[in-house]
């Protein structure tokens, strides 16, 4: 049995990954774990009465090493789906210590990024596998390319589209979590790739996009993905791509995420927690329907002809499709089809064709 160490198991993210891998694999043991070990052992101890002898909960501090080193000692493998990007120095260290590959699904924060990379060469003397930016975002959009890229000879536009509808007071919605949140407004790159360059975007520019049912006509921000940046390079063909985003409801749309925005980029950080209690406020006013859309919209060549097509994948579950891709990465790197030293991102390690037939067997609709 494969012992994986989730940290951050019993969040919203966390027992849906947990949920997902207990259900289709049948030989992994999950710890779940976090700083309250109460919460930690009572998700275990729920998700048990379905999946018998293969949970447990545990308390992991990772301020601390020495918690860090308790709980990586006796386990096969690192999830992170724990909100705390300023420990990814610690966690990396950890992994280090004693030799456990991992994947995590954070945002994809300037912050975890540059650690990562600076410990990128360790990870591949040690011989450890470290998948960043797993989820669906990011995580699916360069998935999506490379997949695209597979169905025709050449790919030439791949312009992929995001609509996360989610019933936001319903969850529970911690503080660190809309924290996260403003960093990712501030640290935000507004850009496209357009005839081989990626260009930068003005704030007040938005696009139409058509989801068609049940959000129809949607009005998108575009979004930076390192991911993105990564395909454009490894694809000499591909003139066009990039990333958009809706917003959330019309309070949040068209009042908060203005002023959030205005607020990142000329008041110090010191006020982003404020921010983060606007931002919150603001998304207590989403309404149905609800539910997440990716589209990527494709352009390529094959046998000479230009081909057009869309790749649509949906669910009514924001964090369902969350945890998903996770586990469909996963499932590639513990039978080590993927598995290789390094620092990856989970949308270019990923072998595409499978990943997609793994997410849509784990109930994710995708449409080709």
Not at 35 to 45: I, L
Not at 106 to 131: H, N, W
Not at 142 to 153: F, G, I, P, S
């Amino acid at each position: 049995m494969t012992r994986i160490l989730l940290i951050g198991g019993y969040g919203n993210a966390g027992r849906c990954i947990a949920e997902y891998l207990l259900k289709y694999t049948s030989d992994t043991i999950v710890i779940l774990a976090g700083r309250q070990e109460e919460k930690a052992r009572a998700v275990a101890q729920s998700l048990s009465s379905t999946f018998p002898g293969r949970t447990k909960g545990l308390r992991i501090d990772l301020a601390d090493p020495n918690s860090i080193d308790e709980a990586f000692q006796a386990v096969d493998f690192v999830v992170n789906a724990a909100g705390a990007i300023p420990f990814t120095k610690n966690v990396a260290e950890g992994l280090l210590r004693h030799g456990k590959s991992a994947i995590d699904c954070q945002l994809a924060s300037p912050d975890k990024t540059r650690v990562l990379e600076q410990m990128a060469p360790a990870f591949q003397e040690a011989g450890i596998c470290y998948i960043t930016d797993g989820g669906f975002h990011p995580g699916i959009p360069a998935a999506l390319l490379r997949y695209a890229a597979t169905q025709v000879d050449t790919l030439e536009k791949g312009n992929v589209y995001s609509a996360m509808k989610v019933d936001w007071g319903g969850l529970e919605f911690s503080p660190d979590t809309a924290l996260e949140l403003i960093d990712e407004f501030r640290t935000n790159r507004l850009a496209i790739y357009q005839q081989g360059k990626w260009k930068d975007q003005s704030v007040m520019k938005v696009f139409d996009v058509d989801f068609g049912p049940p959000f129809g006509k949607q009005y998108c921000a575009p979004m930076f993905l390192p991911e993105l940046g990564v395909c454009a390079a490894q694809m000499p063909d591909l003139q066009e791509t990039g990333f958009y985003v809706t917003g959330f409801n019309k309070v949040a749309d068209y009042l908060v995420l203005p002023i959030v925005t205005l607020g990142v980029r000329l008041l110090p950080r010191s006020v982003d927690r404020l921010l983060a209690k606007f931002l919150t406020w603001g998304l207590q006013f989403s309404r149905p329907p609800y539910g997440i859309d990716l589209i990527a919209d494709c352009t390529g060549r094959k046998n000479g002809e230009e081909v057009r097509f869309r790749i649509r994948l949906s669910h009514e579950d924001g964090y369902v499709i969350t945890a998903v891709p996770v586990v469909a990465c996963l499932m590639q790197v513990l039978d080590n089809t993927i598995r290789k030293p390094g620092l990856w991102r989970q949308a270019i390690i990923v072998e595409p064709v499978r990943f997609l037939e793994e997410v849509e067997r784990m109930g994710v609709a995708v449409y080709r």
